[in-house]
Every structure is written in C-alpha cells, then in structure tokens.
C-alpha cells in the first residue's frame, strides 16, 4: 500500500481541517496517510524527516501568514536540509496547501514556497487539477470546489471564527480531491518506479 506524508503546521486549526481532509481523501483512494503536525520551531523535526523519507509522497500544508507560509513551517522547512544533503526525497512526489482569511491574501507565494521547497529536494510537484469555477464572483458559494482559482494547490479561505464553522465545505472537498489525487499518482508513480528498474536491469 502506498503511503502519503501530510507534513503540515495550523496556527489557529483552520489549516488542520485542511489537513485532515487531505487525509481522508489518501484514504478513499485506498492508501495510508501519515499525518505530521508541526507543533512549534523547537521541535525535534528528525522523526519527520524520517516518516517523510519512507513515504512514496508527502503533501506539504501551511497557513499564509504576510504572504508566506508561516515562520514554524519555514523552521520546519530549513530542517529538511538534513535530506536535501543526502538527496532522500529526490523523484518523490509533492503537493501543498495552504489557507487564509483573505480571498488572496498572497496565497500563492505561499503555494510557490512550498513548490520551490519540493524543487530544492528533487521531488516532482502533483498540481490541484481542479479547474476554477465558470461562473460569477456572486455564484461562487461556500460549496464552491477551488472557489479562488489556484492551480498549482489548495488555496482555502477562512473566517474568523472556529475551525468548526470554516473554510467551507467547498474548500474541505477540494482539500479531500487533492489528497485522493496525490494519492492515485504515488501509485502509479511507484509502479512506474518498478517497471523502470526493470528495464535498466536488463539494459544493464
């Protein structure tokens, strides 16, 4: 069985609703999710590191704090140096998430930190897949799947209240269909990884 990694940090619980629905959804694509939840920047990141390095993907989740990901996920980040140096999660695959109260709230640089942190370490980025909706700004509801337009990952908004009552239900399906896209694609990533090494043993 496939294993997914959800290296992620919630300020506030917001982005840990998040988190777990990108859980749910490795589950219903029938893998394991591993769910690791960045505590505080003093924190031993090794057995992370580890739990990341046996995973055949990990999806990365922070929330934007000053149109980046937050300063305890940044920590969290500069700690991977530990397999950057030995190259552990080159060809691993790697997908994000992120939330803010703001419809934009410079998402995006967040999402883009997350890609270049998965590029700094050889891995291979697995987009949202998920086109924006086509319809009217006062169309889009709290049902509304990738209600922001992001591409290149979860892009969620919340309000200011509790975890409970946001980001919406669109936000949490469009969370749950990444973590089941990430999933099906570290299938078919791992088979395509056998049927490579067979052919370079034979080539050989």
Request: hydrophobic letters at 45%.
């Amino acid at each position: 069985m496939t294993t997914v990694a959800i290296a992620y940090h919630s300020g506030y619980g917001h982005t840990e609703v998040l988190a777990q629905k990108v859980a749910e959804g490795v589950r219903d694509a029938g893998q394991t999710p591993v769910l690791l939840k960045i505590e505080s920047a003093s924190q031993d990141f090794g057995p992370f590191i580890e739990e990341i390095t046996k995973a055949d993907a990990v999806i990365f989740g922070a929330p934007t704090y000053m149109g980046d990901v937050s300063g305890v996920f940044k920590v969290f980040a500069d700690a991977t140096s530990a397999a950057f140096f030995t190259g552990a999660w080159k060809d691993k695959l790697a997908a994000g998430f992120t939330n803010s109260h703001s419809f934009s709230g410079d998402k995006a640089h967040a999402l883009a930190s997350l890609t270049i942190l998965a590029a700094q370490h050889g891995m291979n980025w697995v987009n949202l897949g998920i086109a924006p909706p086509n319809v009217t700004a006062a169309e889009r509801g709290p049902d509304t799947l990738n209600r922001v337009g992001s591409f290149i990952g979860v892009a969620a908004q919340s309000d200011n209240v509790s975890p409970e009552l946001s980001p919406p239900a669109g936000d949490r399906e469009t969370a749950r269909l990444l973590g089941e896209r990430v999933a099906l694609a570290a299938v078919r990533w791992t088979a395509g990884a056998a049927a490579v090494e067979a052919v370079t043993t034979k080539a050989a």
